[in-house]
């Protein structure tokens, strides 16, 4: 079935410092791929999403791109804060799937040290 | 517009109870999901609801788990009698219609098995 792999956590980095974590997945189909964040003590919110090959989601200065040569959606961040700290979830969605449901990665924590 | 509404946040319980959990989704939305969020893991779905219909609950344990949504509207997930493996976070999602663009989260009903 369709799963995602994300890089292993806990992650942890100064105030400013480039960011990058990995997410790779296996789906039957073409899925859409997404990442959650979850901050401490609130729900999943969307962070930013890609529909297709080759499409670069952004948002609050993260960006992945959809890359399906290599069944891949990074997320990077060129000079993370302190507010940052949370935990991303990459996750993906089979538009092959009639129930359209989300399968999530594992979780990476991330902590930003001022 | 008002989020998704979960409660109660905390529930604290010895195993072999039961246990209810009770999700109101944001107004109008069509799609209402559980997730099952273990710690250290990303979010699984336990079952999905197209107004009150069941679209997809083929990881819902139904030997001791049950999900109802009366009226289309909010939805209450039960579990009898709870195993020390249920200790989770149980989430609810909405979203206007079959798809994951429009997913809002609640933040989640902690449950401990004792």
């Not at chain 2, 409660?7 to 010895?14: A, H």
């Not at chain 2, 997809?56 to 997930?77: H, Y």
Request: charged share 20%; hydrophobic share 35%; net charge neutral.
């Amino acid at each position: 079935g369709d799963s995602v792999t994300q890089m292993e956590g806990p992650v942890t980095l100064s105030e400013e410092a480039f960011l990058t974590i990995n997410c790779t997945y296996t789906a039957t189909g073409y899925p859409s791929l997404f990442w959650y964040v979850q901050y401490p003590g609130e729900g999943l919110q969307l962070l930013l999403k890609a529909t297709k090959a080759d499409d670069k989601g952004s948002n609050k200065g993260f960006e992945a791109t959809y890359r399906k040569e290599t069944t891949s959606f990074h997320l990077e961040k060129g000079s993370v804060q302190v507010s940052d700290s949370a935990v991303y979830f990459c996750a993906l969605s089979d538009k092959g799937q009639g129930a359209q449901k989300l399968v999530f990665g594992q979780g990476t924590r991330l902590t930003i040290n001022p | 517009e008002a989020g998704v509404a979960q409660s109660p946040r905390y529930k604290i319980i010895e195993k072999r109870q039961s246990v209810a959990f009770w999700c109101n989704p944001i107004s109008g939305h069509a799609t209402l999901y559980w997730y099952q969020q273990i710690l250290g893991q990303g979010p699984k779905l336990l079952i999905q609801f197209q107004n009150n219909g069941v679209v997809d609950d083929s990881q819902l344990p139904k030997d001791r788990f049950s999900a109802e949504r009366l009226k289309g509207v909010d939805s209450t997930l039960k579990i009898q009698p709870a195993k020390l493996e249920d200790s989770a976070v149980y989430l609810c999602a909405s979203s206007s219609q079959i798809g994951t663009d429009g997913y809002t989260f609640g933040s989640g009903t902690r449950l401990t098995v004792v």
